[in-house]
């Protein structure tokens, strides 16, 4: 008997969406005290297999056919009022953003409490009891005083903790978990997997874990459904999906996800082409009332990149390093320190830096203007600095060619290129500056992993043949081994490791580079 | 574009505000040629009721005036005068705004609080001052009514600036070395323009009334044939001939909801979240 069993559904579009259907036949099913993660790229139809089970589809997307079977219940043919009151009781979900699904105006102690109030009718003083006790089961340190916090007191993996806290309130037989750690820290993140784990096997929930890194799946899973254009391509236990792949998608996407283990180290040349030293920035609240407490971002931060190599920046959020990669392209002023390229501090006049240094930004879809033309976007940096519009033009389209993109496609809006595209077309808008130094600001964090490996090619073919010096930030230690020769671990504004990627990713030296490692997911069973 | 044209295509709210300004377009284009003689000249025996005179569709005014011709020729003035005066509010509106999201800090400070002090002037009575300093000649009407109407375009604008200026595409244009005025114009302003337009439909809306209130007070040009001004000369006889304040007021009426239906409009098919709710 399975706690969740999804047979043959099948869930239609509305009209006009990319493909008719954002779910075809699919069947899966999930045991008490099981985890399953269904696992996919964006588009796969991974969270609205999620959505459909709790009933929580985006406007116009129905269930054409199939069931989904509760237990004895049909979910598909339930009324409304009698779905929402299982909701909760009986299946539960934690979402990937803590922070949007609290509400922040409730202290957390009351938004628990509702789960109980809404669904039982126990007296105050034993919701009162049983949320301390919920919180401490989720491990939370000062769980009294948590119940008073309002979620923005609390960090991100505390949130989720709360959240985690909630949905397992009134013991659901089903718990799904839509990403949630993907917007969590690595080290976090380790956590978190090791609480549900736990809480899980305690309470002997089934869940439905959706994910689209295979490093948790390999922490979590006990079986794996992997899905590819709403179909369910290959399903089966963890061991066998993530070693012997059967499908020739799972072999791909595993094949994408970059391993820990850094090629063996290039020769790169001693000039130094980026010098950061003594560097520091304090964030300082502005207004009459500084109720906020100054926050020091960059500590005294020192790093040298070499002429033709990569000089990765990693570290967990809060560390400094976006600070740093915005202190070195001039976008943010510095208190103290220097920041030399190529020998000549970093000019204060934009149009001047702009020839030295470009960046190339996360978010594909944020850093194009959807209005204008991504070929003017890329030609109007060189445009602005005196090379006649038809000559910069012809010079956009043969970056475009070098790139991966056809030459055609700069009359072309953003909103007409998929995430991959534009990151490339981020790319050629940094180059067509002839920069000395390209700085990356997790330029791949966005996107999926095959395109991620892409697009890490593609960055690796550019530096052979320009001789590019690349500073890159990440947060990810794996995308890192694959593309850094050199590495500067960043913690609360201080470098506390620096070094040949090699050695310090084979020997870390110091506690803080240990734990980062040791918390990257899926290192036993993907072979590092 | 042509998807935000599909979108306000489908909206039958939306395409009944266009047929509605495009009727008083109509009205205002054909007026020279229907009526050509000065519609302010006198026409007939006063206070003829509608359909009473085969001549006088729409009757006579208190002085011998024929309505029906100075409905025609008012389409064209109080169009003008909407369409000026929601051009100098948005210039000085974007204009401010525009400066004062950007820059933020001392200018926004600055700019911001002057706009402030605009606002707290109730607009009509600071468009009393204009009028009763500068003359009531239909050109300082339009260009007051501008003058008092440009605070919530800068408060909009300087929203909208504020939110787009940090987002990564600017922040990739500073880098690449290109100059304020080209970041404010170039990469800001067309994210910022669709809800200023919105916004601008109202903005005309406001802009009419006020000219039709400045006329019902007898303040306004008395040598143009506005519908205000018809509506102020019914006054003395509003219990008996109202029909003389009605039929402009109905003009006004249905430009005003043609104004804002294809504001409306046009705020859904520039806003593809909201389309298809």
Redesign the interface.
């Given at each position: 008997m399975s706690a969740l069993s999804i047979e043959h559904l099948t869930v239609a579009l509305p009209r006009g969406a990319d493909r008719p259907y954002a779910l075809t036949d699919v069947s899966l099913s999930i045991a008490p005290g099981e985890i399953l993660c269904v696992v996919g790229e964006s588009g796969s139809g991974k969270s609205v297999t999620a959505t459909t089970i709790m009933r929580l589809m985006a406007?116009?997307v129905r269930v054409e056919a199939g069931r989904v079977m509760l237990g004895e219940t049909d979910l598909a043919s339930l009324p409304d009022e009698a779905l929402r009151r299982l909701r909760g009781r009986r299946i539960a979900m934690v979402f990937q953003e803590p922070m949007t699904a609290l509400n922040p105006l409730m202290a957390v102690g009351d938004q628990l409490a509702e789960m109980w109030r809404t669904h039982t009718d126990l007296s105050a003083e034993k919701i009162a009891e049983r949320s301390l006790a919920a919180l401490r089961e989720v491990a939370l340190p000062d769980p009294e005083g948590a119940l008073r916090a309002y979620p923005h007191e609390l960090s991100g993996g505390q949130r989720q903790r709360v959240m985690i806290a909630m949905a397992l309130a009134l013991e659901p037989e089903l718990l799904i978990c839509d990403e949630p750690t993907t917007a969590l820290d690595v080290t976090t993140q380790a956590q978190i997997l090791t609480l549900i784990r736990e809480l899980q096997r305690r309470r002997g929930t089934a869940v439905l874990f959706i994910t689209h890194d295979f490093g948790v799946v390999a922490e979590i899973a006990d079986r794996v459904a992997v899905m590819q254009q709403g179909v369910v391509v290959e399903q089966g236990s963890v061991q066998q999906v993530l070693t012997a792949p059967s499908h020739a998608y799972t072999r791909r996407l595993l094949a994408a996800v970059p391993g820990l283990r850094a090629p063996p180290a290039r020769k790169i040349s001693p000039e130094a082409v980026l010098e950061i030293r003594n560097l520091g920035k304090t964030y300082r609240p502005a207004g009459i009332f500084r109720r906020r407490r100054a926050a020091r971002a960059l500590d005294g931060v020192s790093v040298t990149l070499r002429r033709g190599a990569t000089l990765g920046i990693v570290g967990e959020s809060g560390s400094g390093k976006s600070t740093l990669a915005r202190c070195a392209?001039?976008?943010l002023a510095f208190d103290q320190g220097e920041i030399r390229i190529a020998g000549r501090p970093l000019p204060p006049a934009?149009?001047?830096?702009?020839?030295l240094?470009?960046?190339v930004?996360?978010?594909p879809y944020?850093?194009?203007?959807?209005?204008?033309k991504v070929g003017d976007?890329v030609a109007?940096?060189p445009i602005?600095?005196g090379t006649p519009r038809a000559k910069a033009l012809a010079e956009a389209a043969e970056l475009f060619a070098l790139v991966g993109l056809e030459p055609s496609a700069l009359a072309r809006f953003p909103h007409e290129f998929s995430g991959g595209q534009r990151q490339r077309i981020?790319i050629a808008?940094?180059l067509?500056?002839k920069p000395e130094v390209l700085v990356a600001d997790e330029p791949v964090s966005a996107l999926d992993v095959s395109v991620q490996a892409q697009v890490l090619t593609l960055l690796r073919e550019l530096q052979a043949r320009l001789g590019l010096s690349i500073l890159f930030i990440t947060h990810d230690l794996r995308v890192a081994a694959q593309l850094c020769d050199e590495v500067a671990v960043m913690q609360n504004g201080l470098v506390v490791e620096a070094g040949p990627i090699g050695q310090v990713f084979e020997y870390p030296a110091h506690a803080y580079t240990k734990s980062l490692l040791a918390a990257v997911p899926g290192r036993g069973m993907l072979g590092v | 574009m042509r998807r935000a044209l599909l979108a306000y295509l489908r909206n039958p709210a939306a395409l009944l505000g266009a047929v509605l300004v495009l009727a008083v377009l109509a009205m205002g284009l054909a007026a020279p040629l229907l009526f050509p003689n000065d519609p302010l000249g006198l026409a007939g025996r006063p206070l003829q009721w509608p359909g009473a005179n085969p001549r006088f569709p729409l009757g006579t005014d208190p002085s011998g005036r024929d309505i029906m011709a100075q409905l025609f020729h008012g389409a064209r003035v109080s169009l003008l005068i909407g369409f000026v005066a929601t051009l100098v509010a948005t210039a000085i509106g974007i204009a401010i705004g525009a400066l004062a999201g950007f820059y933020s800090g001392l200018v926004d400070t600055v700019l911001m609080r002057l706009t402030e002090a605009f606002q707290t002037l109730p607009n009509f009575l600071l468009l009393l001052v204009l009028v009763a300093v500068f003359g009531s000649q239909i050109e300082t009407v339009t260009i007051a009514i501008g003058l008092v109407s440009w605070p919530p375009v800068a408060r909009l604008t300087r929203a909208e600036f504020l939110t787009l200026r940090t987002r990564e595409f600017v922040q990739a244009a500073r880098v690449q070395g290109l100059s304020d005025l080209h970041l404010m114009l170039r990469e800001v302003l067309p994210n910022a323009l669709p809800p200023v337009i919105v916004y601008a439909s109202v903005v005309m809306a406001v802009a009419i009334l006020l000219e039709s209130a400045l006329a019902f007070l007898q303040l306004s040009d008395p040598n143009v044939p506005s519908w205000g001004n018809l509506i102020g000369l019914g006054r003395n006889v509003l219990r008996v001939e109202w029909y003389v304040s009605a039929i402009p007021g109905v003009a006004i009426l249905l430009t005003i909801l043609g104004v804002s239906l294809v504001g409306q409009g046009l705020n859904d098919a520039l806003n593809p979240r909201i389309t298809g709710r």
């Open positions: 406007p116009g392209v001039g976008l934009r149009q001047a830096a702009a020839h240094v470009q960046m930004f996360q978010d944020a850093s194009l203007n959807p209005r204008r976007q109007q940096g602005a600095a981020g808008r940094a067509a500056m | -």
